[in-house]
């Protein structure tokens, strides 16, 4: 059913509510993850036009994804990962076109109204843009 999941991950406390709903999903479809993180930072949207050295975050983003595939791997999984940079919603989009994903999978912050506004929703643009099933996975707090 699901070839290839593309997981978009925070590198926050929120990717441990997502990790064990695409770890079943992955096994039960025998499917394959790729692991995605958008840096979209200063450095990190300006890191092509300006020809920087990766910042500090973004190196610390490289070996969360890293680690966060050896984690997939040990549950008998293949999963290779992406770092991205710039605006996420964006990047998510591409990169499951490009790399030919068949479901895209995400953490939800429930925010409201309110803090849609102010903090965007990268899930909104998302689910309205992809033509690919998404699925959401309510961060849950400790």
């Known amino acids: 059913m699901y070839k290839k999941i593309l997981v978009a991950l925070e590198n926050s406390p929120a990717d441990r509510s997502l990790v064990p709903h695409v770890q079943g ?19 990190a949207r300006n890191f092509e036009n300006l020809k920087l050295a990766e910042s500090e975050e973004m ?3 490289r070996a969360y994804l890293e680690q966060m595939a050896e984690v997939f791997r040990a ?23 490009r790399e030919h ?9 429930g925010h409201k109204l309110i803090g849609d506004l102010m903090f965007g929703s990268t899930i909104h643009k998302v689910r309205h843009e992809t033509k690919l099933p998404v699925l959401l996975v309510k961060e849950l707090k400790p």
């Open 25 to 43: 999903l992955a096994i039960l479809a025998h499917s394959e993850l790729l692991l995605l993180h958008v840096a979209d930072g200063w450095a």
């Open 75 to 97: 549950a008998g999984l293949k999963a290779c990962f992406h770092l991205a940079m710039g605006d996420p919603a964006t990047q998510i989009l591409k990169t499951a076109e």
């Open 59 to 61: 190196k610390k983003d």
């Open 101 to 109: 994903c068949d479901l895209i999978a995400m953490t939800s912050h």
